[in-house]
């Protein structure tokens, strides 16, 4: 990035934090239903609400100036840009390629979306702005194969996930934007991110530098190739995951497909991960797996690990039919129902899933682990369709936890475990359910506010053990009490109940003093 783009950067930051361009801001312009609305890629409502401000105010506020423009993707006249950039002015936003003339020039209308963005994570809430390509409403056609793709759902749901544990170096592949190697620079001392695209690199950099992040490192290359021989404590991707067919007239959009066929990328992520970890180091990504025949696509997950390469953690949270994951890709880029593109479109994805038997396609997270001392202890594959449990600053710090509590459990043997002091996590609730007029209940489960949002049942001699849970009585103790009152053999019970009690310690039900996270 030359000298004179980054001054013109900085002083584009400069005027937008002036401005007051920020989420809440944009959500006073119009209200929450056109916010809404926008989401669903109408703009309507909102353009509506900016028409009746300049009537009430009879004058353009700034901070509709640059909402119209830069959200709305409508021209705006330059001498209302000049005073919502006054620093930059229309000119500075020619030459950062912001802006073109419109006509005889006394217009601008945007090339690049430009909107605020805002978080909550484990270090607190935070707000950036963010540049990427004009989208589908703005550009009123569907969007080109070289699309660099904003904050989108697949963006924000790894943002979530990511855990917030303080390391060295991460690498961030495929960084399209550059919004994820922005969130890892929050807890890593560098990171490196990579894209395949020169273009996505280039709006990463203004990004990075827009909002004052002076940590990261930006590479162009496929894969792990721009790293050959590094490793890193922490890798995260939100890769090209998308599934498309690999035929003629079909587009393929670089922020979302890899170029292979099938879930050929995602396969090459997860395989190459292993030579680009630290011991202990962690990598975290999304991604779509085919079901073939009547084959699980765990089982194929399974020879992507390898032999005890790696400790895995994978969760599945959707799956759908060919036909409707087709339906929603083909939309994502632009185009049409029922038009002729759309039908063609269709018809090749349909093809591509016949030729190699595929009856369902998976989403969900891979949480990856390289071995300290290449001791191998987790391999985990799960669906958990529900709805997540309440995670005001994402799910990473749930996983963090979880990953330290399941290292301190398969680190302590069962004598260990019944001297261990336990205590309930404060966000589990305990529910039962009684028949009318009885004493005892005939359903008990346990249920996680937070994390997952997991639910558990309950036998009697379980719920009366985390109940016991307060930190003060060991697991044995509890037991042998337990024993005494039910009138069972305290051996038996103690085996019947500590593997249950691993499971609510690895889930977090369960606290153990020493599982704190980034523990290994």
């Known amino acids: 990035m030359g000298t004179v783009t980054s001054a013109l950067i900085d002083l584009l930051r400069t005027d937008l934090t002036a401005a007051h361009y920020s989420v809440s801001a944009l959500t006073g312009l119009w209200g929450i239903e056109a916010d809404a609305a926008l989401r669903r890629n109408q703009r309507v409502p909102a353009r509506r609400a900016l028409v009746a401000l300049r009537e009430t105010l009879g004058r353009e506020e700034t901070t509709a100036t640059l909402a119209r423009l830069f959200v709305l993707g409508e021209p705006v006249s330059r001498e209302n840009l000049d005073a919502a950039l006054p620093l930059l002015g229309a000119v500075g936003a020619e030459k950062l390629g912001l802006v073109v003339p419109v006509g005889d020039g006394d217009a601008v209308r945007p090339l690049l979306d430009l909107r605020p963005y805002s978080f909550i994570d484990a270090a607190g809430a935070g ?94 290359g496929s894969l792990y190739e721009p790293v050959a021989g590094e490793r890193f404590d922490h890798i995260i991707s939100n890769p090209p995951f998308v599934i498309t067919p690999r035929a003629p007239g079909v587009p393929s ?3 979302r497909d890899g170029g292979m066929e099938g879930d050929a990328l995602v396969e090459a992520v997860v395989r190459g991960a292993v030579d680009h970890l630290t011991p202990g180091g962690v990598a ?70 016949a030729a190699r038997t595929v009856t369902r396609v998976g989403f969900g997270y891979l949480l990856l682990r390289r071995p300290v001392a290449d001791k191998h202890t987790l391999r985990r594959l799960e669906r958990l369709a529900d709805a997540l449990g309440h995670n005001a600053a994402g799910i990473g710090a749930h996983l963090a936890q979880c990953l330290a509590a399941h290292d301190w459990q398969a680190a302590t043997d ?29 359903l008990m489960s346990l249920h996680q506010g937070s994390g997952f949002g997991r639910s558990v049942p ?62 290994h």
Do not use: K
């Not at 009123?140 to 697949?154: C, I, Q, R, S, T």
């Not at 890892?184 to 992040?213: Q, W």
């Not at 001297?419 to 209940?441: C, F, I, K, M």
């Open 458 to 519: 309950l036998t009697t001699p379980l719920a009366a053990l985390v109940g016991a849970c307060d930190g003060e009585l060991a697991v044995g103790a509890i037991v042998g009490a337990l024993a005494q009152l039910l009138e069972a053999d305290e051996n038996d019970l103690l085996a019947e109940l500590l593997p249950q009690v691993r499971g609510l310690v690895s889930d977090g039900f369960l606290e153990a003093p020493a599982a704190a996270p980034g523990s």
């Open 127 to 220: 707000s950036w702005w963010i540049v990427s390509d004009l989208g589908e409403l703005a550009l009123g056609h569907p969007l080109g194969e070289n699309h660099v793709l904003g904050v989108g759902g697949a963006s924000l749901t790894l943002s979530g996930l990511i855990m917030p544990t303080p390391v060295e170096s991460v690498l961030d592949l495929g960084t399209g934007c550059g919004i994820q190697a922005m969130h890892a620079a929050r807890h890593a001392d560098r990171v490196v991110a990579t894209d395949i695209s020169a273009r996505a690199l280039e709006l990463a950099a203004i990004n990075v530098r827009l909002n004052g992040i002076d940590n990261v490192e930006f590479r162009l």
């Open 253 to 255: 959009y670089e922020y």
């Open 284 to 353: 975290q990504m999304l991604g779509n797996w085919e079901y073939r025949s009547d084959s699980d696509a765990f089982d194929r997950l399974e020879t992507w690990l390898g032999e005890n390469a790696l400790d895995a953690w994978i969760i599945e949270r959707e799956v759908q039919q060919p036909t409707q994951y087709a339906e929603t890709w083909i939309r994502d880029g632009g185009t049409r129902p029922d038009t002729a593109d759309f039908d063609r479109l269709y018809e090749a994805w349909l093809e591509d899933f």
């Open 414 to 442: 069962d004598a260990q475990l019944a001297r261990a002091t336990l205590t309930v996590a404060s966000d589990v609730t305990e529910e039962r359910h009684y028949w009318p007029g009885q004493d005892d209940p005939t």
